[in-house]
């Protein structure tokens, strides 16, 4: 017998049906584990970017080369103790009186008793250095550290200028990314209308192909702009010594320049005082003579002092069994009067001044060179930001105005995007270069006179 069930009756097990699924899936969901959403790596964050004053710090403290220089300096200063040390005492034991051979004697027999007489003389010497020798070593240790230190900072100045040459490197590579991104969304405008135009039947399809694919030129600058800004930013992180991720590093500063430029004589009274290599030239003329006068003093004669003591009679008193003596031995320098050093370290005086010299006038050829490349870059910069920037602007947008209303050809329209373009760019580079000849002029000066 077959069941018919009615349709009342098939609604109410649908509605039973669909109640008992809707349990089991709450009941599914309740069971289920809870994802842990703090296990979940969350994408790393950039750091903070790095100013001037934080790069040099951070320079300063982990560079390796300015480490081990440092660490040389460290090294100059322990010869110091080296230099200042005192002679060491000599002593001694020696033993006298022992019987070699048998003594045969008339009517006494022969006796040979070897150790019986021997006397063991403890002794002690000492050799006195004269003329100051001491005293002249510690000298010359202290003015050879004084030269390192120097040499130090000269390293130290080198090595800023090639970290300000990459920083403002990354500077500019910054600049011009965002240039280049700057044209590409202005041009993406003109895309957008261009298509509404031919639309609406202004533009040929052949002008507006033309405009598209000059699209292919903006993001060529901006792909180029991007490999040379992580190509920067990937040697800064060498100077430092740090491996940061490219992409958490970056850098912020000011790029401009400024027309405020002291007289030239300034700068080469600043580089005077302050230039370290300079300096280490003048303490090498003072280490040479300290060294001729050590010379002349190794000439002299240094006296040896000498006792010791024995336990046996003295041979003019036949009372004394202890016994103490004493004797000074001096060098006769008849021969050797340290002539070859003495005239050595004469000489190196006269070649240490003629460094100097040299050095000297590598100085004011430094600082000359690097201030005219300053005063050319902002001789060429004080019209790009008075006139050219803006005029590059106004033509840009007023030949995109023009073509808009069909008032300019497509070639004026592409030759103004190009104008305009190269104007900033070649803006951004000249503000570059100012900033790297600043460094350099900071190199020539040894110290940082522009910011």
Do not use: C
């Not at 202005?186 to 298509?195: L, T, V």
């Not at 920067?232 to 100077?239: D, E, H, M, Y």
């Not at 050095?359 to 006139?387: C, E, G, H, M, W």
């Not at 106004?394 to 073509?403: A, E, G, I, L």
């Amino acid at each position: 017998m077959t069941a018919v069930l009615t349709t009342a009756q098939r609604l109410r097990m649908k509605h039973n049906f669909s109640i008992l699924s809707a349990s089991l899936t709450a009941a599914l969901f309740i069971l289920a584990p809870v994802p842990d959403f703090s296990q979940v790596a969350s994408p790393a964050q950039p750091s903070p970017a790095l100013t001037w004053d934080q790069v040099k710090a951070r320079f300063e403290a982990a560079n390796p080369a300015l480490q081990a220089a440092a660490l040389g300096v460290e090294e100059m200063k322990a010869t110091e103790i080296t230099a200042f040390l005192r002679p060491n005492p000599t002593v001694g034991l020696s033993s006298d009186g022992l019987q070699i051979a048998p003594h045969s004697a008339p009517g006494q027999g022969t006796h040979w008793q070897p150790l019986t007489g021997t006397q063991l003389v403890p002794s002690i010497a000492y050799l006195h250095e004269r003329e100051r020798k001491r005293e002249l070593r510690l000298q010359s240790a202290k003015e050879g550290t004084q030269i390192a230190g120097s040499q130090h900072e000269d390293l130290e100045r080198n090595l800023l200028f090639d970290l300000r040459a990459q920083f403002v490197q990354t500077l500019e590579a910054k600049a011009v990314l965002e240039l280049a991104r700057a044209d590409l969304a202005y041009y993406d405008n003109i895309i957008k209308i261009s298509r509404d135009r031919f639309r609406a039947g202004d533009i040929a399809q052949i002008d507006l192909d033309r405009i598209e694919l000059f699209r292919v030129q903006y993001e060529a600058e901006i792909q180029t702009a991007i490999v040379n800004l992580r190509t920067a930013k990937i040697q800064l992180l060498q100077l430092l010594n740090e491996r940061t991720p490219v992409e958490q590093f970056d850098v912020t500063g000011v790029f401009d320049f400024t027309d405020d430029l002291k007289p030239l004589e300034e700068f080469r009274q600043m580089a005077l005082d302050a230039r370290p290599d300079l300096r280490a030239a003048l303490e090498s003329i003072v280490q040479a003579q300290t060294n001729h006068k050590l010379a002349v003093a190794n000439g002299s004669a240094d006296p040896t002092f000498s006792t010791w003591y024995s336990y046996n009679p003295a041979f003019n008193n036949p009372y004394g069994k202890d016994t103490l003596g004493a004797s000074v031995s001096v060098p006769l320098r008849i021969f050797d009067r340290n002539q070859g050093e003495k005239k050595r370290t004469q000489l190196d005086i006269g070649r240490n001044e003629q460094l100097t010299e040299a050095t000297r006038a590598q100085v004011f050829s430094d600082v000359d060179s690097a201030y005219t490349l300053v005063a050319s870059n902002i001789a060429l910069l004080k019209p790009y930001k008075a006139q050219y920037k803006a005029q590059a602007l106004r033509v840009r947008d007023t030949v995109t105005y023009s073509y808009q209303r069909g008032s300019a050809s497509l070639m004026d329209f592409l030759n103004a995007q190009s104008d305009y373009r190269a104007v900033q760019l070649a803006y951004a580079q000249l503000v570059g270069s100012y900033l790297t000849a600043a460094g350099q002029l900071n190199l020539a000066v040894g110290r940082e006179v522009i910011q």
